[in-house]
């Protein structure tokens, strides 16, 4: 979806801007609505909004419309005719497995998935066919530790397994093909994205606060060969202190989320160093615990913070566009305690992970129906469009 250039600079305060909104609501008020150090909002449970949830809010344009919330199996399973009968007859609620400690999610073709640190799994939510599976939970490819997920055009799942320090790579019915690392290769692996051909895999090493591995390895990924590093430890350009995951975008850039120095870094394809956006703080554009970052057909880029309870959409130049969500402990629709996952499909929808509240929240774009694109029910035997 295409959203224009906003005149919001990155140092404009937050009653200025009235283009960015969280829960529905203009934020026309003060600066630490965004910050980390916000109050988080009181109440005693999720509360449905009225009417259709939409960001901005009015008078501002709708750019998207919060569809739904996954948070277990029961969300996207489709009764067949004896448990549909059953729980008729009963009043029994339908039962599912609950995500646990989400982590980072990944879609292809309405089929999410989703890491589970303390389940030690990847979950599967398969909305077109209404079933849920779970991956690297049986031999020969036991995870132990997923953090990091992406996937390819063919629909192959990588996931970085922080304990064991390998990528696993899963044909896109969970079906284990190979693993790429180990701990000669890796410090601290914490994310993974892979070129839309598949050819190359980029693995986020995170280093830590004693080592000097803050870095991006890329590897081959058929033969897993090592094939160069981006970056080392600095806070100059092209320097990481504690990065934490990366998106290839439209432009076939890569946008790396360099945490410790509070900024988005952007390096061409070839692994050299182009230009970054970001700094600490609390006021639009700034970032004060960047976590996961994705990007979409249109170019834009998504980066969440934990510290903020949302996510800001910029444009390729790094200009922030708006932001959705906000702190509360309610963890109603676009309400966060502790987000840190996020994943835009080919039609424009964003899934964004909160551990606190474990569950996958779904924003559509305004301008594309309920009924439309990857994330529709679908009658058997039709099959993913």
Known sequence: MKMPR?????????????LVSTLGIAV??????????APISEGSGPVAPAGPLVFPSPPDEPRFVFERTIS???????DNSDDAFRRLVTGASRAGYFLTKPYAVAVHKGRIFVSDTAEHAVKVFDIPSG?????????????????GLDVDRAGRLYVAD?????????????KFLRKIG????????SSVTVDPSGRRIYVVDIGGVKSENHRIRVFDTVTGQHVMDIGKR??????FNLPRDMAIGKDGRLYVVDGGNFRVQIFNADGSYRDSFGSVGRQLGNFARPKEIATDNEGNVYVADAAFGNFQIFNADGELLMFIGNRSERGGPAEYILPSGIAV??????????????????????????????????APGTGAR
């Open 131 to 147: 079933k849920y599976f779970t991956i690297g939970d049986t031999e020969p490819a036991t995870l132990a530790k997923p953090l």
């Open 182 to 189: 180990g701990n000669n290769l890796f410090d601290r692996i």
């Open 345 to 378: 499909d080919d039609d424009g929808r964003i899934y964004f992970v909160d551990q606190w509240f474990a569950k996958i929240d779904v924003f559509r774009p305004y301008n594309l129906a309920p009924n439309q694109g990857f994330l529709v029910r679908r």
């Open 234 to 239: 600095g806070s100059g350009p092209g320097e």
């Open 72 to 78: 277990s199996s029961a969300d996207v399973e489709v």
């Open 6 to 18: 906003t005149t919001v600079s990155r140092r404009t305060p937050l009653h200025l801007a009235r």
């Open 162 to 174: 922080a304990t064991l320090k390998m990528i696993f790579i899963f044909d896109r019915d969970g």
């Open 28 to 37: 026309t008020c003060t600066l630490t609505t965004l910050s980390g150090c």
